[in-house]
């Protein structure tokens, strides 16, 4: 099996499937005679996932060309991001200096491309400055400019503004 996925559960209709060789043995078939196989697999990575399956019997098989077939699965990239916002005091006076903590994470399981955060101030807040782990804060448009965003990878942003 590929390693894109995890096998759950294998059913067959007749005979039985060996997950160790990925064999299923179905027996003999009658005339016209159809046996099924169900495989069950959670998917546990992305990209191209290519699954090929053959036939074969003993005695003569008047069309070959027919005895293999391919399915093919695109799992797109995937990636999880989360954000925190963090303010340090919850009650404040007119003139009183606020600091906002953003946290934006990556719960994968990629790389998240292009990331940004956009944070645009109300009008009762004045921009001080800010201080990113990674990337730049535009205050004009409250976009904070990350970039690609490992897997697991967490970046920290304080915005500083005067109430």
């Known amino acids: 099996m590929a390693d894109n996925f995890k096998f759950i559960s294998a059913n067959a209709s007749k005979g039985y499937y060996?997950?160790?060789?990925?064999?299923?043995a179905v027996g003999n078939l009658t005339n016209n005679e159809t046996?099924?196989?169900v495989i069950t697999v959670k998917i546990i990575k992305t990209g191209f996932i290519?699954?090929?399956?053959?036939?074969?019997?003993?005695g003569y098989d008047p069309n070959l060309t027919n005895n293999n077939a391919?399915?093919?699965?695109?799992?797109?990239?995937?990636?999880d991001l989360s954000v925190i916002k963090i303010?340090?005091?919850?009650?404040?006076?007119?003139?009183d200096k606020i600091i906002y903590t953003i946290i934006v994470?990556?719960?994968?399981p990629d790389t998240a491309l292009d990331v940004y955060a956009v944070d645009k101030l109300?009008?009762?807040l004045k921009f001080v400055s800010y201080k990113a782990s990674v990337g730049v804060y535009n205050p004009a448009t409250g976009i904070w400019t990350i970039g690609n965003l490992t897997n697991k990878?967490?970046?920290?942003?304080?915005?500083?503004?005067l109430f």
């Open 18 to 24: 060996n997950l160790t060789n990925g064999i299923w």
């Open 35 to 37: 046996a099924k196989l």
């Open 50 to 58: 290519q699954n090929n399956v053959s036939v074969n019997g003993t």
């Open 70 to 79: 391919t399915v093919n699965i695109t799992v797109p990239q995937t990636a």
């Open 87 to 95: 303010v340090n005091v919850n009650v404040v006076t007119v003139g």
């Open 105 to 108: 994470k990556n719960n994968g």
């Open 122 to 124: 109300s009008d009762a």
């Open 153 to 161: 990878a967490m970046l920290h942003w304080k915005l500083h503004v």
